[in-house]
């Protein structure tokens, strides 16, 4: 079975714009979850999609947007990029979504290292 | 508020020896707790999970402990390798859809 996959694996934009990333679940699990991790913040929950719809929200601007699709592929787009945006933005996919199920697992793929310039 | 520390921060052990990490949390109400490993430049990979239950679960050479009543975890690696070097990570879930992470223990093992 594949893991989770996400696309761009590197990336480096300027102050301003916007950027895409996208994420691919693990076939069958219905569940995404995106993460930005910074080392002086640690794993900071975004948001979670689960069929479609938006479960879960953290406390990030609204410039941090995503969504998810029917193949529950999903993607994170981030608008007027600032400096502090620089991080390595991880995906996880699961079967359920969260609190669902005692033994919920995530699988996290291999992350995109956004540099901000 | 809903937290979860780990301590230490970091630690740098010899390879072949033991060491324990520890994860101390005020998550409520409680659903599961997982240990995950991360190397760097890598997405975390989980350990092991344990929900309120369960005291004790190994995976190899990792045992991760659980005490809900003083509401305590701790990791023990036993005989390290060098591919133990990594960071670990405590996560917490409630049954309220919530989910934690605590800052991670970033751990070198030295050859």
Not at chain 1, 40 to 56: D, H, I, K, M, P
Not at chain 1, 70 to 91: I, K, P, Q
Not at chain 2, 89 to 106: L, M, N, P
Request: net charge positive.
């Amino acid at each position: 079975k594949a893991g989770v996959t996400q696309t761009p694996r590197y990336l480096i934009k300027t102050r301003g714009q916007q950027v895409t990333l996208s994420c691919s679940p693990i076939s069958g699990h219905r569940s995404v979850s995106w993460y930005q991790q910074t080392p002086g913040q640690g794993l900071q929950f975004l948001f979670e999609y689960f069929s479609e719809t938006q479960r879960n929200k953290g406390n990030f601007p609204g410039r941090f947007s995503g969504r998810q699709f029917s193949n529950s592929r999903s993607e994170m787009n981030v608008s007027t990029l600032e400096l502090g945006d620089s991080a390595l933005y991880l995906c996880a996919s699961s079967p359920w979504g969260s609190g669902r199920h005692d033994y919920n697992e995530q699988f996290f793929g291999p992350g995109t290292r956004l540099t901000v310039l | 508020k809903n937290q979860v520390e780990q301590s230490p921060q970091s630690l740098i052990i010899l390879e072949g020896k033991n060491c324990t990490l520890q994860c101390n949390y005020t998550v409520s109400p409680f659903s599961n707790l997982r240990w995950y490993k991360q190397d760097t430049g890598r997405g975390p990979v989980s350990l092991t999970i344990m929900t309120f239950s369960e005291n004790t679960k190994s995976n190899g050479r990792y045992t991760a402990t659980l005490d809900a009543d003083t509401k305590q975890s701790s990791l023990h690696i036993t005989a390290s390798q060098l591919s133990d070097s990594a960071s670990y990570i405590c996560v917490v879930s409630s049954s309220a859809s919530k989910i934690i992470f605590g800052s991670g223990t970033r751990l070198s093992i030295r050859p």
